[in-house]
Every structure is written in structure tokens, then in C-alpha cells.
């Protein structure tokens, strides 16, 4: 909320089921930030059996790394439950900057997930999450230790109003802590970050062919620390509808909408329409057009320090505009998927350090143009499943011409897995191209590409 980004980083890795990602602008149902795409992270359910199901895990790895888990999870009745789900890893790490601190950066993360569930005898269901996090992240530089807590809480409700009409309510709310720290254990600085939402969906089953969902959702952010802000807190509320629709049998349409009032910039309206067609042939061809806004940080809008540095309560959010054109394939020997896509961004931010008083401000005129081209095809040979994917882009500032900082223009991806009884295996293999960072100044510094190469077995 004050940088604009989730901390991924710090969410543990044993706390999570899984992770889906929609491509493409998303504003029309999920406001602000889902400008390019969407990231889903869903906690572990643990297994729904009437057996409680206990599971342990322990490893190490090399910087003196060691990492363990544990979770006790079931079902009964007409109940499910995750109850002690805890996880922690601890790691010694290297030194990242050896030439300006002779100490090792550390790291260590505390997590702790529970869930419980009950499904009433009108179908109504009730579900109640929590997950946390804390731990340290030692670093080199002016501060040279952070201290986190990441904390979700939530409940969701859900009934069958009629036999087409099935409602969910959402409460929630996410915090984000952290306390920065001097070489010498002298405090030097506290960002408390509070989030609230709630999310009011209703899915309308109109017909076989035709389903609609209409919703609102209301969202409060709060900043507090040890950092002055000219406002601390902003709302947003917005509300939605998006129809699914199949037309003679292969065409499949899905259209959606959504009016959002931010307190920080006023209203904004945003839409999406997607068609696919699907052959008989297992070919189908598809295309979408979408725009999307994001709304400014905290930091953006309302920061200010003691050096004079400051935001800027005037901006106006970043806007895109998207289209995407692909092919897909499921044959018998393989499935595949080529697509292309173009996409306008309007209003970035960049934030200047004015070189003679060092007083940094956000500038809003940059304008980037991102093209690309993405393919990707699995099969399976002796046994063993391959997945190849390869990505070209084209990220460049539309006012400099110049390549979008920490943006390379080629990767390839290749993925191959295969089981035995009880056992996983598989290997992963990433190539990326060259980029560029700029720094404070604005000069750029080009970072050679580099390959990794993974290992895994569960």
C-alpha cells in the first residue's frame, strides 16, 4: 500500500495450496493494481477426510539453512478444520555486499496457518482463516536488519438463495509491520500498513449457456510509523458485473464492468471482453481487449520526510489498454498455445532525485508500450511429462524509446517432471536475457542474463 507491491517474499512457501495467475488487464473485477494480470495465493485447506491427517516435514540445505513444517488437518461432520499448521526456516545466508560489510545476511520466517469450517443443514457454509508470519531479513546498507509481521485474518459466508442464486460475503483484514534497524541495534524506523475489505459476490446461474455475477467490494487502507504522512489512509469502493456466455454451441464470450470511487482521485470506469472459438479439431482461437487503472501508493500521494522529500496528492492513477490475440491446440500428441499481445500504459510514475538538494518527488510522464509474443507446448515422452515455454517482449519507454528497467526482452522456460508410486521428480531449467537497473540517478547499468537450473523430488 505504500510501495504498491504485496510482500510475496515473506508469505511461507509450507502455508500455501497454491497459486493462480489471470493474464491480462483485470480493473473490471478487481479494481486497482490488477493493471497486467492477477496474483491468487491460497492458503492450505489440509486434507478433508473424517481421519485427522498429520503431516511433518523437516530439511537443510547448504549457508546453514534449515527449514521444517508441520499441520494437523481432517474433517468431521459436516465440519473441516486446519488446526497447528506452523512452518519455519532459518538460514545464516552469505554476504551480499562484501566489499562494505563482512557480516552474513540471515533471514528467518515464522509461519502459522489455521482454518475451520461448517457446512450448515440449509447449505449454508461458514469458514474462518487466519494466517501469520514473522521473522528478519538482515541486509546491507544504512539499515542493516528488518523485523516483519504479516499477518491475514478473514471469514467468508456463503448461502443458496434459490435454486440460481448462490451469495458470498467476505470480511478481511492483512497488516504488514515492519521495523528497520541500524547496524547498531538502535531503532531507526516503523511502517504499519492495515488493510479492511469486504467483497459482496452473487453468482446467477441464468441459464446452461449464461452465467452472471454481480458484486461490490469496499476496501480501507491505513498507514502509521515512524513516517509522517499529509494523509494516512484512503477508501475505495467499487461495484461489478461480469456475464459468461456460450453462442451456437463453440463461441464463448465473457464481458465484465466495474465503476470504482477511490478517495485519492475520484471515480474511474473499466471493462473487458473476451471470445473464443473452439474447433472440433481441438483448435481454438481467441483475442480480448481490456483497460485498466492503478490507483497511487500511499507513498506516492501523501510521503514526506525530514529531508524535504515528498509525494505528490495530484497524480492521477496509471492507466493501460490491452489486446491479446492467440491460438491453442489439445492433440493427442501434445497441447500448445501461441499468443500475442500489445499493451499501452499511461501516467507512470518515476520518482527524481534533483541532483544539487537531493530531494527526491514523483514525476508522472512516462509512458511505456509493452509487446510480446509467448508460446508454450507440453508432452509426454517415455514416461516423463516436458513442458518448453519461450517468451519475447518488447518493454520500452514510449518517451525515451529506451527499455523498461528490469525488463529482459527473451526467456525460455523448460520443465520436466514424472512420477514413481508415492515419489515426484523433476528438474526445471530458466534462461533470461540481458536487462537494466537504474538507479536514484537515473543512470542505467545493463545486468548480464543468467540461467538456473532445479532440482526437486517429493
Known amino acids: 500500500m505504500t510501495l504498491g507491491s504485496a510482500p510475496f517474499e515473506l508469505i511461507p512457501v509450507e502455508q500455501t495450496e497454491r497459486v493462480e495467475i489471470i493474464r491480462g488487464p483485470h480493473s473490471s473485477l478487481y479494481g486497482s493494481e490488477a493493471i497486467g494480470g492477477g496474483v491468487q495465493i491460497f492458503t492450505r ?17 547448504s549457508y546453514d539453512t534449515f527449514q521444517g513444517a508441520c499441520s494437523v488437518s481432517g474433517k468431521w461432520q ?24 563482512p557480516g552474513r545476511d540471515g533471514y528467518y520466517n515464522t509461519g502459522l496457518n489455521a482454518l475451520f469450517g461448517h457446512r450448515f443443514s440449509n447449505n449454508a457454509e461458514l469458514e474462518a482463516f487466519y494466517l501469520r ?41 492483512s497488516r504488514d509491520d515492519t521495523d528497520n534497524f541500524a547496524a547498531t541495534p538502535i531503532y531507526t524506523s516503523e511502517f504499519d500498513i492495515t488493510r479492511w475489505n469486504v467483497t459482496w459476490l452473487n453468482e446467477l446461474h441464468l441459464h446452461p449457456d449464461h452465467r452472471l455475477t454481480l458484486g461490490g467490494d469496499y476496501r480501507l487502507d491505513e498507514a502509521d510509523g515512524s513516517t509522517t504522512y499529509i494523509k494516512s489512509e484512503r477508501y475505495d469502493y467499487g461495484f461489478f458485473g461480469q456475464l ?8 464463448h464470450l465473457n464481458a465484465s464492468l466495474r465503476w470504482d470511487e477511490n478517495q485519492a482521485f475520484g471515480d474511474y470506469v473499466t471493462g473487458n471482453f473476451g471470445w473464443r472459438y473452439n474447433w472440433n479439431a481441438g483448435i481454438s482461437i481467441f483475442a480480448s481487449f481490456g483497460n485498466a487503472f492503478k490507483a497511487r501508493t500511499l507513498n506516492d500521494l501523501y510521503y514526506t520526510d525530514v529531508w524535504g522529500s515528498h509525494g505528490n496528492p495530484d497524480l492521477n492513477p496509471e ?57 508454450e507446448i507440453s508432452t509426454d515422452l517415455f514416461g516423463w511429462h516436458n513442458k518448453l515455454g519461450f517468451q519475447y517482449l518488447r518493454p520500452v519507454d514510449r518517451t525515451t524509446d529506451l527499455r523498461l528497467p528490469r525488463r529482459a526482452d527473451t526467456i525460455l522456460t523448460y520443465d520436466l517432471s514424472r512420477t514413481f508410486g508415492p515419489v515426484d ?5 530458466l534462461a533470461r536475457g540481458n536487462s537494466y537497473e537504474e538507479d536514484w540517478m537515473g543512470d542505467r547499468t545493463e545486468v548480464d542474463g543468467f540461467s538456473t537450473v532445479d532440482l526437486r523430488a517429493a
Open 425 to 429: 521428480l523433476g528438474a526445471n531449467v
Open 78 to 101: 459436516d465440519s473441516w478444520y486446519t488446526l497447528l499448521s506452523t512452518s519455519h526456516i532459518n538460514t545464516q545466508g552469505f554476504n551480499a555486499r562484501q566489499n562494505s560489510d
Open 133 to 173: 508470519a514473522d521473522g528478519r531479513t538482515d541486509i546491507d546498507g544504512l539499515q542493516e536488519k528488518a523485523e516483519f509481521t504479516n499477518q491475514v485474518v478473514g471469514l467468508n459466508g456463503s448461502l443458496h438463495i434459490t435454486d440460481i442464486w448462490h451469495s458470498i460475503l467476505r470480511l478481511g483484514q
Open 319 to 375: 492507466e493501460s489498454t490491452s489486446f491479446e490475440v492467440g491460438l491453442a491446440g489439445q492433440q493427442d500428441w501434445a497441447s500448445w498455445e501461441v499468443r500475442a499481445y500489445h499493451t499501452n500504459i499511461d501516467n507512470l510514475i518515476n520518482w527524481l532525485t534533483d541532483q544539487d538538494t537531493y530531494i527526491s518527488t514523483p514525476i508522472q510522464t512516462h509512458k511505456a508500450q509493452i509487446d510480446g509474443i509467448e508460446s
Open 45 to 61: 485447506k489440509g486434507r478433508q477426510e473424517e481421519t485427522p491427517n498429520i503431516s511433518l516435514d523437516a530439511g537443510a540445505g
Open 244 to 251: 459468461h456466455s456460450r453462442i451456437l454451441d463453440n463461441h
